[in-house]
């Protein structure tokens, strides 16, 4: 089945700690996205790549950071200065005009 | 720059009775419009979107949205909602620029369907 894979579903972070939140598909799309969602604040976009080896911060870029270095992959980390991280994060890639297809979200959470 | 808005935070509707979620957005330039759809603890589904042409756009799910250039917005509609629709719908736009295109989001409208 073609897809987007999230992983994992949840996660823990301790203060000081940096995380990093998984994003693979096969579905052979060049672009990919990471967006964040906090209740009544909808999805606010993170970064995105539209090619491998080039990415693009989004409205909320500070305190994360992506990589990527394979079509596939497209891994988001967040690090200690990313001072409210509790969230669910979504992972996205791009087939044609608008149809994002969504991976099953990351709830992060602070310890 | 693109915007959105969904005015309505939740909407709660009886069984079998119409609904209208509504979505205007702000743009100096042309754009695209979508509707997704997100069930609890998972991620969102295209829903319908318009790109060109007609202005009535039919969704899955027994969905459809009218874009009013005019007015600036894209309501979705559904003659007669079932228990199955629980869920939160978002408006998102993106401009046309192919090549750039990054959407924008609303802060969705939790849907309620009260049997």
């Known amino acids: 089945d073609g897809g987007i894979t999230q992983s994992p579903k949840y996660l823990f972070r301790k203060e000081g700690q940096n995380v990093t939140l998984s994003c693979e598909q096969n579905?052979?799309?060049?672009?990919m996205y990471w967006y964040r969602q906090d209740p009544g604040q909808g999805l606010r976009l993170i970064y995105y790549?539209?090619?491998?080896?080039?990415?693009q911060k989004g409205d909320i870029a500070e305190g994360y950071s992506v990589s990527r270095e394979k079509k596939e992959s497209f891994p988001l980390t967040v690090t200690s200065a990313q001072k409210n991280p509790t969230a669910f994060y979504l992972c996205?890639?791009?087939?044609?005009?608008?149809?994002?297809?969504f991976g099953s979200g990351t709830q992060l959470s602070v310890l | 720059a693109q915007s959105v808005t969904q005015l309505d935070s939740q909407v709660p509707v009886f069984e079998e009775a119409p609904v209208e979620l509504r979505c205007n957005y702000s743009s100096s330039v042309s754009v695209y419009l979508f509707w997704y759809v997100q069930y609890p603890n998972q991620g969102l589904q295209l829903l319908l979107k318009y790109l060109s042409g007609s202005t009535l756009v039919k969704g899955i799910n027994g969905f459809e949205a009218e874009f009013n250039k005019s007015q600036t917005s894209f309501h979705l509609r559904k003659p007669s909602v079932h228990i199955s629709d629980t869920a939160e719908y978002f408006c998102?736009?993106?401009?046309?620029?192919?090549?750039?295109?990054?959407?924008?989001f609303g802060t969705g409208t939790r849907l309620t369907i009260i049997p």
């Open positions: 579905l052979n799309h060049d672009a």
């Open positions: 998102a736009v993106s401009d046309t620029n192919f090549g750039n295109e990054k959407l924008t």
């Open positions: 790549s539209q090619i491998v080896n080039d990415f």
């Open positions: 996205a890639s791009r087939r044609d005009r608008g149809k994002l297809f």
